[in-house]
Every structure is written in structure tokens, then in C-alpha cells.
């Protein structure tokens, strides 16, 4: 069964850290590129973070020097390490793998952002 899963999130102060997992079912997502995306109410689900089968990262501008997405070895689990958290960061957070034209998304985890 191709499923991903996501944990991790929650209620975090600015300034803070939060560490996103996903783990995923299914012998293709070894072969894709996994990461995060994110979305608020009313807006499109925008790329937070991406990283390919070889090790290639792409991250929003927004994010860069503050989060960092990894791959263990057998690239069944994709995490995000979000530091530096600010209010903007608020939304539901969801865990994707795309090869070709597989396109995979988990059920999404929410991370709120507020003092």
C-alpha cells in the first residue's frame, strides 16, 4: 500500500523549532523526490522543501537558512527541520512524493506559530 504519513507538528512560540516526519509506505518512494509543502486557508499549497532521490534540495526562498529537509538511507522517511520559527510559518503542512507522473501527498499535519 503507497501511503505517506506525517507527524510532528503542533503549538510552537516565534523563535522556536519544530521537526516534521514522514514516513512512507511503498518501494517508489525511494525513487522520488519527497519533501513539504504547505498551506493556509484560501491559498494554494505552496513548496517549502523538496529533496531528490540523489540528494538534490529545493527550498522557498522563505525558508532558506531557517529549515533543512533530510533523507535517511533507505529514503523511507523524509523530515523537515524547521528552526526560527516565525508567525508567517502557520499552516497545515503536508508530506509529498512525485516520480513521474506519481504524485503522492500525505494528510497534512498543522504547525502554529504564536506567542
Known amino acids: 500500500q503507497v501511503q505517506l504519513v506525517e507527524s510532528g507538528g503542533g503549538l510552537v512560540q516565534p523563535g522556536g523549532s519544530l521537526r516534521l516526519s514522514c514516513a512512507a509506505s511503498?518501494?517508489?518512494?525511494?525513487?522520488?523526490?519527497m519533501g513539504w509543502y504547505r498551506q493556509i486557508p484560501g491559498k494554494q499549497r505552496d513548496l517549502v522543501a523538496t529533496?531528490?532521490?540523489?540528494?538534490?534540495?529545493t527550498y522557498a526562498d522563505s525558508v532558506k537558512g531557517r529549515f533543512t529537509v533530510s533523507r535517511d538511507n533507505t529514503g523511507d522517511t523524509v523530515t523537515l527541520q524547521m528552526n526560527n520559527l516565525k508567525p508567517e510559518d502557520t499552516a497545515v503542512y503536508y508530506c509529498?512524493?512525485?516520480?513521474?507522473?506519481?504524485?503522492?501527498w500525505g494528510q497534512g499535519t498543522q504547525v502554529t506559530v504564536s506567542s
Open positions: 511503498g518501494s517508489i518512494f525511494r525513487r522520488s523526490t
Open positions: 529533496m531528490s532521490a540523489g540528494g538534490s534540495t
Open positions: 509529498n512524493g512525485t516520480l513521474f507522473a506519481y504524485n503522492y
